[in-house]
């Protein structure tokens, strides 16, 4: 299979700031040169494509090109053979620029996966209109490390799948590719829904693991010990994730924290212990009440902005009945990828 990787990765965070090789182990160099090299070692034909010569030293650039890499400083060329063109890129606009970029190079069929830089969803909305019109063969779909490459714990890939919204965006054949790419380095590939990969493998995770666990405590309290009606239960943990992810949008983690008051939470959330054992209750009532002073200082100074609390699947559904399915559509992908402007 021919692979293009777009970025080496930032050594100097990796290895100076993050001090991967102390707290995780590993070999540099971590990132896309790693993915790069694996990928190479299973196989592949791989091109690395990296403009910032810098970002990698000398010893470093020797391992990429004796693995078999080809190294290129130039975008577009880099992608006139990729099958897969692996985006191991800055976050935000700069991955889109670089995706509007190759698109016109990519040979038919190939399909452009995202790592940690942007849901791909996301990505494919930015690129709707080529996609439609000029390059409607190429697929978008994800290739989510979840890990640093390099380091032990880069032992999986998440690719992203069919969307929960029914869009296409990649052909079962460009997913399966995908899968092939990271099975063959010798990781394991989870298909995920395509605008779910983010939120389950990228640094976001940290939120959803201690969210899900919370939301499968009281969902268990609430239905088996207090004996609520399930649809009781699951809107009211609606209504609260609705309610932070509405705050955090509209007046950040500072707003959201200062409206939720941790002290009341603290005293409220005591009440739901009703096991011996919840320890996901246990944990994050010793967090937050052993919050310190500086910390409640820099909850207490924030604003609460004008917020409006309404569950975002009954507003789309609201959207369409009054604005017709193909407007409330263009309205919709407008919202996700204000998201990442």
């Given at each position: 299979?021919?692979?293009?990787?777009?970025?080496?990765?930032?050594?100097?965070?990796?290895?100076?700031?993050?001090?991967?090789?102390?707290?995780?182990?590993?070999?540099?160099?971590?990132?896309?040169?790693?993915?790069?090299?694996?990928?190479?070692?299973?196989?592949?034909?791989?091109?690395?494509?990296?403009?910032?010569?810098?970002?990698?030293?000398?010893?470093?650039?020797?391992?990429?090109?004796?693995?078999?890499?080809?190294?290129?400083?130039?975008?577009?060329?880099?992608?006139?053979?990729?099958?897969?063109?692996?985006?191991?890129?800055?976050?935000?606009?700069?991955?889109?620029?670089?995706?509007?970029?190759?698109?016109?190079?990519?040979?038919?069929?190939?399909?452009?996966?995202?790592?940690?830089?942007?849901?791909?969803?996301?990505?494919?909305?930015?690129?709707?209109?080529?996609?439609?019109?000029?390059?409607?063969?190429?697929?978008?779909?994800?290739?989510?490390?979840?890990?640093?490459?390099?380091?032990?714990?880069?032992?999986?890939?998440?690719?992203?799948?069919?969307?929960?919204?029914?869009?296409?965006?990649?052909?079962?054949?460009?997913?399966?590719?995908?899968?092939?790419?990271?099975?063959?380095?010798?990781?394991?590939?989870?298909?995920?829904?395509?605008?779910?990969?983010?939120?389950?493998?990228?640094?976001?995770?940290?939120?959803?693991?201690?969210?899900?666990?919370?939301?499968?405590?009281?969902?268990?309290?609430?239905?088996?010990?207090?004996?609520?009606?399930?649809?009781?239960?699951?809107?009211?943990?609606?209504?609260?994730l609705q309610t932070m992810a509405s705050l955090?949008?509209?007046?950040?983690?500072?707003?959201?924290?200062?409206?939720?008051?941790?002290?009341?939470?603290?005293?409220?959330?005591?009440?739901?212990?009703?096991?011996?054992?919840?320890?996901?209750?246990?944990?994050a009532l010793r967090k937050l009440s052993d919050?310190?002073?500086?910390?409640?200082?820099?909850?207490?100074?924030?604003?609460?902005?004008?917020?409006?609390?309404?569950?975002?699947?009954?507003?789309?559904?609201?959207?369409?009945?009054?604005?017709?399915?193909?407007?409330?559509?263009?309205?919709?992908?407008?919202?996700?990828?204000?998201?990442?402007?």
């Amino acid at each position: 299979m021919k692979v293009t990787v777009y970025g080496a990765g930032n050594q100097k965070l990796y290895i100076e700031n993050l001090k991967l090789p102390e707290k995780y182990g590993g070999e540099a160099p971590y990132g896309g040169s790693r993915m790069a090299v694996e990928f190479a070692e299973a196989g592949h034909e791989v091109t690395l494509a990296e403009p910032a010569r810098e970002i990698l030293d000398d010893d470093h650039w020797n391992l990429v090109e004796e693995a078999g890499v080809t190294v290129s400083e130039d975008d577009a060329e880099a992608a006139r053979e990729a099958e897969v063109a692996v985006l191991f890129t800055p976050f935000g606009k700069k991955t889109f620029e670089i995706a509007k970029n190759i698109l016109p190079e990519l040979p038919e069929n190939a399909v452009i996966a995202n790592t940690c830089t942007v849901s791909p969803v996301v990505l494919y909305y930015v690129l709707e209109k080529e996609l439609r019109m000029e390059r409607r063969d190429i697929g978008i779909a994800s290739m989510h490390p979840a890990a640093v490459p390099g380091t032990p714990q880069h032992e999986h890939y998440v690719i992203g799948g069919h969307a929960t919204s029914d869009l296409d965006i990649a052909t079962d054949e460009q997913i399966a590719r995908c899968v092939e790419l990271a099975e063959s380095s010798g990781k394991k590939a989870y298909v995920v829904p395509a605008d779910v990969s983010s939120a389950v493998a990228d640094m976001g995770s940290l939120v959803t693991a201690v969210a899900l666990s919370g939301v499968l405590d009281y969902y268990y309290v609430g239905t088996k010990i207090i004996g609520a009606p399930e649809e009781m239960v699951e809107k009211q943990i609606l209504m609260t994730l609705q309610t932070m992810a509405s705050l955090v949008e509209t007046s950040g983690v500072r707003g959201m924290a200062r409206a939720m008051n941790p002290e009341l939470l603290v005293k409220s959330a005591k009440s739901m212990h009703l096991l011996e054992e919840q320890e996901e209750l246990d944990a994050a009532l010793r967090k937050l009440s052993d919050l310190n002073e500086d910390v409640m200082k820099w909850i207490e100074g924030a604003g609460v902005n004008h917020t409006d609390l309404v569950a975002a699947q009954a507003l789309t559904s609201e959207l369409k009945t009054v604005m017709g399915e193909r407007a409330a559509e263009g309205t919709i992908r407008r919202c996700m990828r204000k998201m990442f402007e």
